[in-house]
Nanobody
Framework: QLQLVESGGDLVQPGGSLRLSCAFSGFTLDYYAIGWFRQAPGSEREGLSCIGSRGASTTYADSVKGRFTISRDNAKNTVYLQMNSLKPEDTAVYYC?????????????????WGQGTQVTISS
């Protein structure tokens, strides 16, 4: 059974950093792309970053480019999202998702499997 579990969400002051983790099971990154999304109250789910199968490609939304970095650890079956220079508008529930593809996209329908999310709050 394919499963994704996010962790690492926390309350952080503006300008701070967090690293989110997406631990997965039931599939390998040889065939699946992983994406990170977020959803703030009253807003649509927003694609932030993704990494293609076999690490073929990475993509970032303009809103996080230069601040967030996606990476993977095949041995640990985990994908990370390093978030730096955090702003109050980064406050949201963050989700990871998996889709069977060599390349990755930031659209909701690019992914078939979703984690339950982890809360990130940026506030002083």
């Amino acid at each position: 059974q394919l499963q994704l579990v996010e962790s690492g969400g926390d309350l952080v002051q503006p300008g701070g950093s967090l690293r989110l983790s997406c631990a997965f099971s039931g599939f390998t990154l040889d065939y699946y792309a992983i994406g990170w999304f977020r959803q703030a109250p009253g807003s649509e789910r927003e694609g932030l970053s993704c990494i293609g199968s076999r690490g073929a490609s990475t993509t970032y939304a303009d809103s996080v480019k230069g601040r967030f970095t996606i990476s993977r650890d095949n041995a640990k079956n985990t994908v990370y999202l390093q978030m730096n220079s955090l702003k109050p508008e980064d406050t949201a529930v963050y989700y990871c998702a998996a889709g069977r593809s060599s390349f990755c996209g930031l659209g909701f329908y690019d992914y078939d499997y979703w984690g339950q999310g982890t809360q990130v709050t940026i506030s002083s």
